[in-house]
Nanobody, 131 residues
């Protein structure tokens, strides 16, 4: 599976953006997906994850209530709706798939937030929140 993130840009504080992650390959629907971000001079950090069937999602505390992850398996795409953006949300955002697949399509492993659980990282998209 190859992934491509898009939808980043410059937005004012309080604004919204919707990031998209498009995938090649019909097996997209078998993988849990995640979004991470990396700000300048900082380590890559977890943002959100969603199970392969889309029935369960997890969020970093810093984005909970403001960001929403979703997916459309028919379109082999995942999305990150970002509302109430703040300057500290400025970062390059990456999508990735978890390396393992699970029989339960709504199973989320406990270490979902660890980057090493993911593979096939897409090229990132830059989000800048500034007035």
């Amino acid at each position: 599976v190859q992934l491509q993130a898009s939808g980043g840009g410059l937005v004012q504080p309080g604004g919204s953006l919707r990031l998209s992650c498009t995938a090649s390959g019909r097996i997209f629907s078998t993988y849990n997906m995640g979004w991470f971000r990396q700000a300048p001079g900082k380590e890559r950090e977890f943002v959100a994850a969603i199970t392969s069937a889309g029935g369960k999602s997890m969020y970093a505390n810093s984005v909970k209530g403001r960001f929403t992850i979703s997916r459309d398996n028919a379109k082999t795409a995942a999305y990150l709706q970002m509302d109430s953006l703040r300057p500290d949300d400025t970062a390059v955002y990456y999508c990735a798939k978890q390396s393992m697949t699970y029989r339960d399509k709504n199973y989320m492993p406990t270490n979902y937030y660890i980057p090493s659980m993911y593979s096939s990282w897409g090229q990132g998209t830059l989000v800048t929140v500034s007035s």
